[in-house]
């Protein structure tokens, strides 16, 4: 190995494998497509191995390349980490982050914790709502930074946009449960304007399958507790965890589910360093970033 591992080098040769586009990477990063190509280059030079194959068109690791990978994006992380430590000092102020239940029971809890120790001078209030609202919020003023689930017909007002990463839906009920057997099926929902309801029922709709509503709930406690009882199926994230509920399929009589976009809403982006700051640590914690 004849040189050490530039932090810019690693950071194109980490995206390029996300993206899977010299093109893509080259336009994030404000940069013609050559000269991605020789940074690639200059990174393998100093690896002393090619990275990946010949054909940049259809990026493709190599043996190496696939050993230099989780190294990559462990010093990414840590060079990340360790830059917004030592700038969060003179940064303060107070953010007010929305996002439904869902994600702030499940997703957002060690990103919080992460954020609150890197920046200590910023205040994070969180407002629990579904993404239709959130988006009026945001809207309004009233939320600074959104996570929410991406909705066709729902885009805030003066808001810049990222799509964080796709999550696939599942139908969850009891370990031991046999309500999901029942001929016309029980579910526990979120209020209407939910996209987890309309593919629950709409998936359900398709393939003949009666159904009723045994439980609206605004909370993912109340859902949960109705699958854990056996008396509903409930459709969740497939990221989440709940002891107690297994994951139901096509076996079970019940249709595979399309999967949701999450995204993240950042209301005047630039106007509010703590705002953008927070957003920055959602986007490189919740997900692989990609242009929405």
């Not at 530039?6 to 990063?29: D, G, K, W």
């Not at 945001?138 to 991406?150: E, H, Y």
């Not at 406690?221 to 297994?246: F, N, T, Y």
Request: charged fraction near 20%; charge should be neutral.
């Amino acid at each position: 190995m004849g040189r050490p591992f530039e932090i810019n080098l690693l950071r194109t040769f980490v995206m390029l494998v996300e993206e899977q586009s010299v093109t893509r990477v080259a336009r994030r990063l404000n940069r013609t497509q050559p000269a991605i190509s020789l940074q690639l280059g200059r990174l393998s030079d100093a690896a002393g191995r090619p990275l990946f194959e010949r054909d940049l068109r259809h990026p493709r690791l190599t043996r190496h390349g696939e050993m230099l990978l989780p190294y990559a994006r462990q010093m990414l992380k840590m060079h990340d980490d360790a830059y917004s430590r030592l700038s969060s000092e003179d940064i303060a102020g107070r953010v007010t982050l929305g996002c439904p239940d869902l994600y702030a029971a499940f997703l957002l809890p060690q990103t919080l914790a992460s954020f609150r120790a890197a920046y200590p001078g910023i205040e994070v209030t969180v407002r629990c709502a579904l993404s239709a609202q959130l988006s009026e919020d945001v809207s309004a003023g009233r939320v600074d930074v959104a996570l929410a689930t991406r909705m066709s017909h729902v885009r805030p007002q003066g808001a810049s946009i990222t799509v964080l990463r796709k999550e696939p839906l599942v139908w969850l009920g009891a370990n031991s449960g046999t309500v999901f057997n029942e001929e016309t099926l029980p579910l526990a929902l979120l209020p209407e304007g939910n996209l987890y309801r309309d593919y629950a029922l709409q998936s359900l709709n398709n393939i003949g399958r009666s159904w009723r509503i045994a439980c609206v709930s605004e909370s993912i406690a109340g859902m949960e507790a109705m699958a854990l009882a056996d008396a509903a199926v409930i459709v969740l994230a497939e990221s989440v965890k709940v002891s107690g509920l297994r994951r139901l399929n096509e076996q079970d009589g019940l249709p595979p589910l399309p999967p949701v976009e999450l995204v993240l809403w950042v209301r005047e982006s630039g106007a509010s360093p703590a705002a953008d700051h927070l957003a920055a640590h959602i986007k490189r914690d919740v997900g692989k970033t990609i242009n929405g």
